[in-house]
């Protein structure tokens, strides 16, 4: 792009963002939408019929309003809700009417597997810091989802998979409560039970939580609040209604164990057992602790397959093992410094973490048997044939200042050696200091500044510094961010996911947003990104200018298009790759939705020697749904580089995964997976039967067949493994 064209965009940025601050109408905010729980002397049964006469005694809500497709509009169905507590349980029902209960969504699925059913939610802000929220979810077979709600999402550059969903709910979290639900032909209903044991809340006589009541409608891309939900207020939570209990309710000191069995074989080797626990203490409702010993942190939910041909950075995979996800929100912060899957495989794990007043704190210590390297330039290279252990320490406050804003602290310490040595041959160590603030209500401030020191087999490096400064603002239709980083050469983070290092990136955003609001189209997104990169030398590194479109309607309809033109130097040579990619997700029936994706354009090789090729990618996913309790997915990726467009092919990586789920009950299903990798001529085959009565009581019985395509073309098998885990939940 010529300099003319960068000077010009830089000028409109700067004048849409001096006119925004100066000319933004002020956000209006909602009513005091308050309830007062009622408290019911006799708990209903949770069976999923309304019959019960203690809802009677309960405070009803019904007022529910539109957010989409059309914002304050009345809603299509009507919706009732019913909220009580008594001394252990916040009690809550849903009635949803519906004029075409024939056509209400909803599959028999595995806890958490919930996707584009008709649903209900509870948000409930329990410190009603407007921060975050439990989230708990169920669909009209009664099947259950839940997860936190993080209103702050402080990462400038997290890698695939790491924000949770267009809802913004971390569903990896997991909490006991019970739930049934009940169709009849007038609609559904559903009753929850939500043991206070279950909720970290503030140590008082009394009550205040922020909450929120959702109830989805996919087939009419319908989407429900109480209280109303408008764009014209910057974030979610402070738009909550007010919870208020006035009763003492059971908090606190209360002791959950969860022993578990894991029995092992893999072919050739004898059949092997190991018994771990899991402990988790409520020392006050505000503070939890929890103990791992010689903890099961298998994957009994396997990774999607990725891509990992020809790709310039570290992929990266969600956290899903529930030791970690107890207060993880908590170690968030602008930069990465805290991703857990770098604690690999821990003997022991222990953490505390809660909330005092207006701070959060959250400490943890693992040591872990199979560390990931420390790296740091000039260092050797990890020998991965050396058996390595690393003691992990973490330290984390978070001071809230006003209702939307904080400043945090941040101590992290990897000390690690050979096996049988001394545990502090290598270290890492970084120090930071972190902020959020809100101000002129649609903007938005954060920074980090972090220290960090670090030795590799002798070799140490200066205390070093990352930084990081972001702004964003979001309005009713003007969404507008600026990013700053900088990271430099030596910088290490051991225990946290940084893509790349020796930058001073900027990196800006603007995109506007219309509002048709009608059944066939709600929102239209046009936006431009820019981007530029130094490196601690003062060249220039990246340079890239992205054109994006996204449009949101119909049954779910996301379409997205996308247009990049960028220079990248790697390895010295100056490169200018140009790529359009497009996708389309949706979900027009309810036994079938999918996603399209397709992108071709002048790509870069990485390589010693790096040249400019043409890629072209094509990707889908089906999910179909022949019964309620059977679901089938298939993904299929097929990416091809090429010398130049018209060239020879370099390479080629087609992924194929399949996924059959049949759910026989809430609690017992089946799975079989396969995945094949054409690059690596490689299968992985996966079957597992499971029993799930709660997050922690469970049984699993699996096995796992790796094959690998030999000279004759036949895939032999290089491995076979067997696994049998049992755990049980006690709540004490």
Same mark, same amino acid.
């Given at each position: 792009?010529?300099?003319?064209?960068?000077?010009?965009?830089?000028?409109?940025?700067?004048?849409?963002?001096? &006119?925004?601050?100066?000319?933004?109408?002020?956000?209006?905010?909602?009513?005091?939408?308050? =309830?007062?729980?009622?408290?019911?002397?006799?708990?209903?049964?949770?069976?999923?019929?309304?019959?019960?006469?203690?809802? $009677?005694?309960?405070?009803?809500?019904?007022?529910?309003?539109?957010?989409?497709?059309?914002?304050?509009?009345?809603?299509?169905?009507?919706? +009732?809700?019913?909220?009580?507590?008594?001394?252990?349980?916040?009690?809550?029902?849903?009635?949803?009417?519906?004029?075409?209960?024939?056509?209400?969504?909803?599959?028999?699925?595995?806890?958490?597997?919930?996707?584009?059913?008709?649903? =209900?939610?509870?948000?409930?802000?329990?410190?009603?810091?407007?921060?975050?929220?439990?989230?708990?979810?169920?669909?009209?077979?009664?099947?259950?989802?839940?997860?936190?709600?993080?209103?702050?999402?402080?990462?400038?550059?997290?890698?695939?998979? !790491?924000?949770?969903?267009?809802?913004?709910?971390?569903?990896?979290?997991?909490?006991?409560?019970?739930?049934?639900?009940?169709?009849?032909?007038?609609?559904?209903?559903?009753?929850?039970? +939500?043991?206070?044991?279950?909720?970290?809340?503030?140590?008082?006589?009394?009550?205040?939580?922020?909450?929120?009541?959702?109830?989805?409608?996919?087939?009419? *891309?319908?989407?429900?609040?109480?209280?109303? &939900?408008?764009?014209?207020?910057?974030?979610?939570?402070?738009?909550?209604?007010?919870?208020?209990?006035?009763?003492?309710?059971?908090?606190?000191?209360?002791?959950?164990?969860?022993?578990?069995?894991? !029995?092992?074989?893999?072919?050739?080797?004898?059949?092997?057992?190991?018994?771990?626990?899991? +402990?988790?203490?409520?020392?006050?409702?505000?503070?939890?602790?929890?103990?791992?010993?010689?903890?099961?942190?298998?994957?009994?939910?396997?990774?999607?397959?990725?891509?990992?041909?020809?790709?310039?950075?570290?992929?990266?995979?969600?956290?899903?093992?529930?030791?970690?996800?107890?207060?993880?929100?908590?170690?968030?912060?602008?930069?990465?410094?805290?991703?857990?899957?770098?604690?690999?495989?821990?003997?022991? $794990?222990?953490?505390?973490?809660?909330?005092?007043?207006?701070?959060?704190?959250?400490?943890?210590?693992?040591?872990?048997?199979?560390?990931?390297?420390?790296?740091?330039?000039?260092?050797?290279?990890?020998?991965?044939?050396?058996?390595?252990?690393?003691?992990?320490?973490?330290?984390?406050?978070?001071?809230?200042?006003?209702?939307?804003?904080?400043?945090?602290?941040?101590?992290?310490?990897?000390?690690?050696?050979?096996?049988?040595?001394?545990?502090?041959?290598?270290?890492?160590?970084?120090?930071?200091?972190?902020?959020?603030?809100?101000?002129?209500?649609?903007?938005?401030?954060?920074?980090?500044?972090?220290?960090?020191?670090?030795?590799?087999?002798?070799?140490?490096?200066?205390?070093?510094?990352?930084?990081?400064?972001?702004?964003?603002?979001?309005?009713?239709?003007?969404?507008?961010?600026?990013?700053?980083?900088?990271?430099?050469?030596?910088?290490?983070?051991?225990?946290?996911?940084?893509?790349?290092?020796?930058?001073?990136?900027?990196?800006? &955003?603007?995109?506007?947003?219309?509002?048709?609001?009608?059944?066939?189209?709600?929102?239209?997104?046009?936006?431009?990104?820019?981007?530029?990169?130094?490196?601690?030398?003062?060249?220039?590194?990246?340079?890239?200018?992205?054109?994006?479109?996204?449009?949101?309607?119909?049954?779910?309809?996301?379409?997205?298009?996308?247009?990049?033109?960028?220079?990248?130097?790697?390895? !010295?040579?100056?490169?200018?790759?140009?790529?359009?990619?497009?996708?389309?997700?949706?979900?027009?029936?309810?036994?079938?939705?999918?996603?399209?994706?397709?992108?071709?354009?002048?790509?870069?090789?990485?390589?010693?020697?790096?040249?400019?090729?043409?890629?072209?990618?094509?990707?889908?996913?089906?999910?179909?749904?022949?019964?309620?309790?059977?679901?089938?997915?298939?993904?299929?990726?097929?990416?091809?580089?090429?010398?130049?467009?018209?060239?020879?092919?370099?390479?080629?990586?087609? +992924?194929?995964?399949?996924?059959?789920?049949?759910?026989?009950?809430?609690?017992?299903?089946?799975?079989?997976?396969?995945?094949?990798?054409?690059?690596?001529?490689?299968?992985?085959?996966?079957?597992?039967? !499971?029993?799930?009565?709660?997050?922690?009581?469970?049984?699993?019985?699996?096995?796992?067949?790796?094959?690998?395509?030999?000279?004759?073309?036949?895939?032999? *098998?290089?491995?076979?493994?067997?696994?049998?885990?049992?755990?049980?939940?006690?709540?004490?």
């Amino acid at each position: 792009m010529c300099k003319q064209l960068k000077g010009w965009i830089l000028v409109t940025f700067l004048i849409l963002f001096t &006119r925004l601050l100066l000319s933004s109408q002020p956000q209006v905010l909602p009513k005091n939408f308050l =309830v007062e729980a009622r408290y019911l002397e006799k708990a209903p049964v949770i069976d999923g019929h309304l019959g019960n006469p203690e809802w $009677a005694a309960a405070a009803v809500i019904e007022d529910f309003v539109q957010y989409e497709p059309q914002e304050g509009g009345q809603p299509s169905e009507k919706t +009732i809700v019913w909220i009580g507590y008594d001394q252990k349980y916040l009690y809550i029902a849903f009635r949803c009417l519906d004029s075409r209960s024939t056509e209400i969504r909803c599959s028999l699925c595995q806890r958490d597997k919930v996707h584009g059913d008709d649903v =209900v939610s509870v948000y409930l802000d329990t410190f009603n810091d407007k921060k975050r929220a439990f989230v708990f979810q169920v669909n009209p077979k009664g099947v259950q989802v839940d997860g936190v709600y993080v209103e702050m999402m402080p990462h400038s550059g997290r890698g695939r998979g !790491g924000g949770g969903g267009f809802d913004r709910i971390d569903r990896n979290w997991n909490a006991y409560f019970k739930s049934a639900a009940y169709r009849d032909e007038q609609g559904y209903t559903v009753e929850m039970a +939500i043991p206070f044991k279950s909720l970290r809340f503030p140590n008082t006589p009394s009550q205040v939580w922020g909450i929120m009541f959702r109830r989805q409608i996919p087939r009419k *891309s319908e989407d429900l609040y109480w209280p109303p &939900r408008s764009r014209s207020v910057n974030g979610l939570l402070i738009q909550a209604g007010q919870l208020v209990i006035n009763r003492n309710v059971e908090k606190g000191k209360n002791l959950e164990l969860m022993p578990a069995v894991i !029995g092992s074989k893999a072919s050739g080797d004898r059949a092997s057992a190991e018994v771990g626990a899991n +402990i988790k203490y409520g020392i006050t409702s505000d503070i939890t602790a929890d103990l791992a010993l010689n903890p099961d942190f298998s994957q009994i939910e396997a990774d999607l397959p990725q891509n990992d041909v020809n790709q310039r950075y570290a992929l990266y995979f969600p956290e899903k093992r529930p030791f970690f996800l107890e207060g993880k929100d908590i170690f968030d912060t602008p930069i990465e410094l805290v991703y857990t899957r770098k604690i690999v495989s821990p003997v022991w $794990a222990a953490k505390v973490s809660g909330k005092v007043n207006k701070t959060s704190f959250g400490i943890i210590s693992a040591m872990d048997d199979l560390p990931v390297a420390i790296d740091i330039l000039g260092a050797p290279e990890f020998d991965d044939t050396v058996s390595y252990r690393a003691l992990n320490n973490i330290v984390r406050l978070r001071q809230d200042l006003f209702a939307e804003s904080y400043l945090g602290f941040i101590v992290s310490d990897k000390e690690m050696g050979q096996t049988g040595s001394s545990l502090f041959t290598d270290y890492n160590r970084l120090v930071g200091l972190d902020g959020l603030f809100k101000f002129l209500e649609y903007n938005r401030l954060s920074f980090q500044l972090v220290g960090s020191k670090s030795r590799v087999a002798g070799v140490e490096t200066e205390l070093v510094p990352a930084f990081n400064l972001s702004f964003n603002h979001q309005s009713r239709h003007l969404g507008i961010s600026l990013d700053w980083n900088s990271i430099h050469p030596d910088f290490e983070a051991g225990l946290g996911f940084i893509r790349r290092k020796n930058i001073h990136s900027l990196n800006s &955003r603007i995109g506007y947003t219309f509002l048709p609001e009608n059944d066939l189209i709600i929102s239209i997104t046009p936006s431009i990104s820019y981007r530029r990169i130094y490196d601690f030398n003062r060249t220039l590194t990246d340079n890239d200018v992205d054109y994006s479109l996204i449009i949101n309607g119909w049954r779910q309809t996301f379409i997205f298009l996308n247009y990049s033109d960028s220079f990248e130097k790697y390895n !010295g040579v100056d490169l200018k790759p140009k790529e359009f990619r497009g996708s389309i997700f949706s979900a027009p029936l309810s036994w079938l939705s999918g996603r399209i994706m397709y992108s071709f354009g002048r790509s870069i090789y990485y390589s010693d020697d790096p040249y400019l090729g043409y890629r072209t990618s094509f990707e889908t996913e089906m999910n179909f749904r022949p019964l309620a309790n059977i679901l089938l997915s298939y993904t299929f990726e097929d990416t091809d580089f090429y010398e130049k467009k018209g060239g020879e092919k370099i390479y080629q990586v087609m +992924i194929l995964s399949q996924r059959a789920s049949i759910q026989f009950n809430k609690n017992l299903f089946l799975r079989i997976i396969t995945d094949y990798n054409d690059y690596y001529k490689k299968i992985f085959l996966s079957g597992l039967i !499971g029993y799930e009565l709660n997050p922690g009581t469970v049984f699993y019985l699996g096995v796992e067949d790796n094959r690998e395509q030999d000279v004759t073309g036949h895939f032999k *098998s290089t491995g076979r493994y067997y696994f049998l885990k049992f755990s049980y939940w006690w709540r004490i």
